[in-house]
């Protein structure tokens, strides 16, 4: 599929970059109450929490349900986002297609939507780009950017959503050299394949990010890659403490990458699509959110997972009173 299998371990430390100011932008989680509608009242409180904390937004993703809302709801995001955060505040948000019969033209009204209100189109993948050549694929990816201004474009591996896919080298190479293209989203979860997106990117187009969307590995900021995650809307705070650690050039940041870390590999374990329901339970643990409620079609967690979350959150000096936490939002739904 790439060429990250002919990167060596020198080749992965040879790119650390300390001292480097990391681009966050956190994939924010869409709340639902337990009737399984759309809490927008939690929505808005947790865009605030991650424009406070100083990462940037990024509603519609797939953190936020992008391929479970309709377009209706899809656009009432958009509207939420765009008040809350206030004139003036950039944002991103995912442009989706689904499974309209005209991709092109769904994907052209969703990137003028968001455009209209002030946010970054991030192109979502569709079924519809299955299967083409690269050449193709890179001509579909600049009909739709005819008619935007900046984009960021995002791969996604089928374990998180089967409309997701991972290029290969050649389409990379040519979706990278697309100018309104700012980046791309990356999340294989894999390591080599990021790598060699990064070594590629060096040699194409210096100033494309790549966004890390792997939430197994987030440490790969160290490496050169900024971050479009999921698992920062768990807490936007400590991936702020974290960014200024490393742009500080402190030790600090090992540590508290470490934490960070050891809370992706629980809410990200498999199956992997449940991670949303993951948020939604430490969201309800440290007391953000008034319940663990996720859109009705997303897989969910079993009740059990709370007893490992509290102890992530416990690590993270996310709990006021860690023992009131455990006996009133975890106990009883052991």
């Known amino acids: 599929m790439t060429g990250g299998a002919t990167l060596r371990l020198g080749d992965a430390f040879a790119r650390l970059r300390p001292g480097r100011a990391i681009h966050g932008i956190s994939a924010v989680l869409l709340p639902h109450t337990a009737s399984g509608e759309i809490d927008w009242a939690a929505f808005e409180r947790h865009l605030l929490r991650t424009k406070r904390a100083g990462l940037d937004v990024a509603v519609n993703m797939d953190t936020g349900f992008v391929d ?15 008040r809350t955060l206030g004139a003036g505040t950039p944002f991103y948000a995912g442009a989706f297609a689904g499974s309209s019969a005209d991709p092109l033209g769904a994907y052209r009204r969703a990137t003028a939507e968001i455009e209209a209100k002030g946010g970054i189109p ?16 890179a001509a579909f990816y600049g009909r739709i950017l005819g008619g935007v201004s900046r984009a960021v474009a995002f791969e996604l591996s089928p374990v998180f959503a089967p409309h997701g896919e991972i290029w290969d080298d050649e389409t990379f190479s040519r979706i990278a050299l697309l100018p309104k293209l700012e980046g791309a989203k990356h999340s294989s979860l894999r390591r080599d394949l990021e790598l060699a997106r990064l070594a590629a990117r060096d040699r194409l187009r210096p100033e494309f990010r790549i966004y890390t969307g792997n939430d197994l590995a987030i440490d790969l900021v160290a490496h ?3 971050y479009l995650l999921g698992l920062s809307t768990f807490a936007p705070e400590r991936f702020a403490e974290r960014d200024r650690a490393f742009a500080e050039d402190r030790l600090e940041f090992l540590e508290r990458n ?13 199956p992997v699509p449940a991670y949303k329901h993951a948020a939604a339970q430490f969201l309800h643990i440290v007391g ?18 709370r007893a490992l979350l509290w102890d992530c959150a416990r690590r993270l000096d996310l709990l006021d009173d860690p ?12």
């Open 224 to 226: 050169g890659s900024d």
């Open 323 to 334: 023992e009131r936490a455990w006996r009133e939002r975890v106990a009883p739904y052991l």
């Open 122 to 137: 991030v192109l979502v993948q569709c079924r519809a780009m299955h299967g083409l050549a690269p050449a193709e694929k």
């Open 258 to 270: 470490d934490a960070l870390q050891h809370l992706g590999n629980v809410g990200f374990r498999a």
């Open 288 to 305: 953000d959110l008034d319940g663990d409620g996720v859109h009705p079609r997303a897989p969910r967690r079993p009740g059990a997972d």
């Open 68 to 82: 479970l809302l309709d377009e209706v709801e899809r656009s009432a995001v958009l509207d939420v986002a765009r």
